[in-house]
């Protein structure tokens, strides 16, 4: 990898992104949302021997959304082993992300732990009979560690908008519930939810965060084993086959990398042995992935041989 010129790529992808910025539709359900300029673009790469580029606004926090799945799956799996599979699959789901459809006839475990389903259930597992304030406050910290960055936190306003505005995000883990595969209190698992959904963090801080992705379960840059190899096989298995809900296949077919996006347009990709990368870009295209973000990747990837099927 020593011969790619990461800034100078990320500088032409830069410039071929010009003409396309503003396209898709930024997510409108909640204010702080729909209020984010949809121009706004910015990427960011740090590869395991710790090189780093970034470009465009790569250094502005948005709000980090479905991309935390990520992160509590790794730390449910960490808590619970394999045990957590019990509560939830892993086959893609074909739906969209807040589809309750499977539910019924899946007894209320949720095909994979990225719909809103299934990540409602790993939260809950990574809450585990304590107070929702300690359990958001761990996974704050865990991507504080991660990207070595104490300054990543929640916004309280999108927190709190979502709580008023998830009536699916109630209907889904209250019919869970039902089937006994929410084990705290409704509001204190979708609280704990609401809150990891809310945490604002940069392209640069994303990237590094994910960065054990890339090298095997362990953050090259302090050493630290994060989780097993095993684990991370799993976790970008699954960010492979279901990282963009619906559009999880044409997502492997344009990019061809294990990928997690989120409604406040940021993806973070993960290139197994060399780097992680995040992108985002506020507008969504219709399954509501980032639309230029994933168009980013995908010159990236063309240019470089970063792609898992090569
Ligand atoms: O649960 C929700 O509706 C949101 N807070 C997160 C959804 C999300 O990011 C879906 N991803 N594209």
């Known amino acids: 990898m020593a011969e790619l010129d990461l800034q100078g790529l990320l500088a032409e992808v830069a410039r071929e992104m010009e003409p396309h910025r503003g396209e898709g539709a930024v997510a409108d359900y909640i204010p702080p949302l729909a209020r984010v300029d949809p121009r706004r673009f910015g990427m960011a790469i740090i590869t395991c021997d710790g090189r780093a580029a970034e470009v465009g606004d790569a250094w502005m926090p948005f709000s980090i959304q479905s991309i935390s799945k990520v992160f509590t799956l790794t730390m449910a799996l960490e808590k619970h082993g394999e045990a957590l599979w019990r509560r939830v699959g892993r086959e893609p789901s074909g739906s969209r992300f807040n589809s309750i459809v499977q539910l019924e006839a899946e007894k209320g475990v949720p095909r994979n732990p990225f719909i809103n389903a299934g990540a409602i259930v790993v939260t809950d597992a990574v809450l585990s009979e304590r107070r929702p304030d300690e359990a958001i406050a761990e996974i704050r910290d865990f991507f504080r560690k991660l990207a070595d960055n104490d300054t990543i936190d929640i916004d309280r306003e999108v927190a709190e908008q979502e709580a008023a505005t998830g009536f699916r995000n109630f209907s889904l883990a209250n019919f869970m519930k039902g089937f006994g595969n929410i084990h705290a209190a409704v509001e204190d698992s979708l609280h ?10 940069t392209c640069r801080q994303l990237a590094r965060a994910g960065l054990f992705l890339a090298n095997g379960g362990v953050d090259p840059i ?26 999880s296949g044409e997502f492997a077919f344009q990019v061809g990398l294990p990928g997690k996006s989120g409604v406040g347009g940021g993806i973070l990709a993960i ?5 992680a990368i995040a992108v985002w ?28 099927f090569d």
């Open 281 to 308: 870009s506020p507008g969504l295209n219709e399954a509501g992935n980032s639309q230029v973000g994933t168009l980013a990747l995908e010159k990236l990837v063309r240019r470089t041989d970063w792609n898992v």
């Open 222 to 247: 302090r050493g630290e084993r994060i989780t097993s190899a095993e684990r991370v096989r799993r976790i970008n298995a699954i960010m492979l086959t279901c990282g963009h809900y619906d559009a």
């Open 271 to 275: 290139v197994p042995g060399h780097a």
């Open 192 to 201: 704990t939810y609401f809150n990891q959904c809310a945490i604002r963090i």
